[in-house]
């Protein structure tokens, strides 16, 4: 089979150049924020080839921050609403919707997830743990990496691969290579930002970064996700 090249593309959501605190992407779905312009929307669905559903949580746009999906469901913020919830339910019924009730609220920055593994912070409870593993139907593992706990802020994880922050120590590096069955790039996002989970929206299909990032930071995020086309 030949080669398929991952698409890629550069935009800005909401004004931000940190795209990954707006939206959270699977290979089936983006969740996105309400009110998503023409060509944010086009972007997006054009370069990770899947539908955008926008909602709000915590009566916000800050979907990607307050969430994390993978095909199997959508782990969100106890910040969420109750008419928030039933309105993802409805809007996407194949999966499963789990609200985690912890004072790690903000799921996008300390859950990183595919369909296989969940890498999260530290101080999630055995209990949280659980509910996530429950919720995403996957193994749940506690790491750090480059002195970050927040793993989902500075990391990307795919089905088709890993990107880790700039900071990770060699050691680290083989541990998550270990965890994920990847072989990783470190890179940095947004001309610099080592926060490249928040900066990208990533699916086995494409990467939209934040228009801040530079063409050498992108071949390498390419590069560290591209493992399975």
């Not at 709000?56 to 199997?72: H, K, Q, T, Y």
Request: overall charge negative; proline content about 1%.
């Amino acid at each position: 089979m030949n080669k398929v090249a991952m698409d890629a593309a550069k935009c800005r959501v909401k004004g931000s150049d940190f795209n990954g605190v707006f939206c959270t992407a699977s290979d089936n779905l983006i969740f996105g924020p309400l009110h998503l312009t023409k060509k944010e929307h086009d972007i997006l669905t054009s370069t990770l080839h899947v539908e955008v559903l926008e909602i709000s949580i915590a009566e916000s746009s800050l979907v990607g921050l307050f969430s994390r999906i993978n095909s199997n469901g959508i782990l969100l913020s106890n910040l969420a609403t109750d008419e928030e919830v039933t309105m993802i339910k409805e809007k996407a019924p194949g999966i499963n919707v789990g609200v985690l009730h912890s004072d790690i609220n903000a799921i996008g920055s300390n859950v990183l997830a595919n369909d296989k593994i969940a890498i999260v912070n530290h101080e999630y409870q055995h209990s949280e743990m659980k509910q996530i593993g429950d919720v995403l139907g996957v193994e749940v593992v506690k790491s750090e990496i480059g002195g970050y706990r927040t793993v989902g802020a500075n990391n990307i994880l795919t089905n088709s691969g890993l990107v880790i922050n700039n900071r990770a120590a060699d050691f680290e590096e083989r541990e998550w290579e270990g965890m994920t069955k990847f072989k990783t790039i470190r890179t940095t996002a947004n001309t610099g930002a080592l926060a490249i989970g928040l900066a990208v929206v990533a699916n086995s299909k494409g990467v939209v970064a934040g228009e801040a990032t530079t063409g050498f930071e992108l071949n390498r995020i390419i590069q560290g996700l591209d493992h399975n086309q």
